[in-house]
């Protein structure tokens, strides 16, 4: 936020404008701090996990497939599975990459949805130099390409921006990746051969190797289920999420969907009905006013606990719009939104004896 509205006071002329965006900045910290603030007076901060850097790639590319289909796009990836062996240096660095990929990846479909064969393509290799491992992430694309002029003077200026009759920007978004892969001791760059051939931009960020890493502390064992009789139920209280995953789930193939939208509803549920996967919002009252609400985390520890012995307990996937790992939530899997249908499906195979492979998602 600090950043955001430093570039606009260096590029907007009106003091009106900015002395109120100011008012507004200065009360909303004010509150988030409030809102974050520990009892010794610190700040509340939010770890990201280390984890290798197939599983960060691939979760910071959900919203980057919805854009490529939103766009129409032909979007591909290639994620070695050699990247499971590498780790971020830093903590901090999780949340870091997932940004400039978004922001690159953002740029990359805007500007190529215009031309004949719209195509983007990200890929990630690792090298060693000087006893230190590096990974290094490229996106290419198809789309209005820079001129060498721009490449070499202005390319990651603030404000800076390529004159073009179709596209523009607000000149921040480069300036901002190029900030924050310098803060984790990487570069930044980009290529193209000139104007309308597509450009490039890659960025590395250092990286640990370790044989040690494994995608799970434990192995996972395939629950045996009959997708056309198996029990799912959705807990959810955001109601369009609720229909969107329910047609998606019904699209792969599973025919018993039921949503709930309350804690109490879905303690009814499950105390009717065995379920074999429950989809719950680890948010769950988060919107409502209610002392005795309890979260999605502490109502999944509930219906487990009245799982019958010797029985399989259900498996349990978080849902949320905000980036979490099964080891923050306690549970088996997490599915964030916006609901991506590839994902959703990765989930199902991994969890359960069937292929999803013959059934094709409902639009």
């Given at each position: ?17 900015i ?7 200065n ?50 990836y ?39 064969s ?14 230190q491992?590096r990974?290094?992430f ?11 002029q721009?490449?070499?003077?202005s ?6 921006r ?5 596209q ?8 901002s ?50 997708k056309q ?18 047609r998606q ?7 018993h ?22 989809f ?16 999605g985390i502490e ?9 019958p012995?010797q029985t ?17 939530t ?34």
């Amino acid at each position: 936020m600090e950043f955001a509205f430093s570039c606009l006071k260096t590029n907007s002329h009106d003091p009106l404008a900015i002395s109120g965006l100011q008012n507004n900045f200065n009360d909303l910290k004010d509150m988030l701090e409030k809102a974050f603030k520990m009892p010794d007076g610190s700040i509340r901060q939010t770890k990201e996990s280390l984890g290798d850097l197939f599983n960060l790639t691939e979760s910071s590319l959900t919203c980057c497939s919805l854009l490529a289909k939103l766009f129409e796009i032909d979007f591909t990836y290639i994620l070695p599975e050699k990247l499971k062996k590498f780790v971020l240096t830093q903590e901090t660095h999780s949340s870091m990459i997932k940004r400039i990929l978004y922001n690159l990846m953002k740029n990359a479909m805007l500007y190529s949805a215009e031309s004949k064969s719209p195509k983007v393509s990200l890929e990630i290799e690792t090298d060693q130099k000087n006893d230190q491992w590096r990974a290094k992430f490229s996106v290419t694309d198809t789309g209005i390409g820079m001129s060498p002029q721009f490449i070499q003077g202005s390319l990651f200026k603030e404000g800076s921006r390529e004159k073009t009759t179709k596209q523009s920007g607000s000149g921040i978004g480069l300036n901002s990746c190029k900030t924050l892969v310098e803060s984790m001791g990487g570069e930044i760059s980009g290529c193209s051969e000139g104007l309308g051939k597509g450009s490039t931009f890659w960025f590395t960020v250092p990286v640990t190797f370790t044989e040690s890493v494994s995608v799970s502390t434990s192995p996972i064992v395939k629950l045996r289920a009959d997708k056309q009789h198996m029990q799912v139920l959705i807990v959810d209280d955001d109601p369009i999420g609720r229909k969107m995953l329910q047609r998606q789930c019904k699209g792969l193939g599973l025919e018993h969907v039921e949503s709930v939208a309350t804690a109490e509803e879905a303690l009814n549920f499950t105390g009717k009905i065995p379920c074999s996967l429950i989809f719950m919002d680890t948010n769950l009252g988060g919107k409502k006013d209610k002392k005795d609400e309890i979260d999605g985390i502490e109502l999944t520890k509930k219906i487990l606990a009245r799982t019958p012995p010797q029985t399989n307990a259900p498996r349990t996937i978080s849902i949320s719009g905000t980036p979490q790992t099964p080891a923050e939530t306690g549970m088996d899997g997490v599915l964030s939104k916006p609901f991506d249908v590839k994902r959703l499906e990765m989930l199902l195979e991994k969890h359960f004896e069937f292929s999803t492979k013959n059934h094709l998602p409902s639009s």
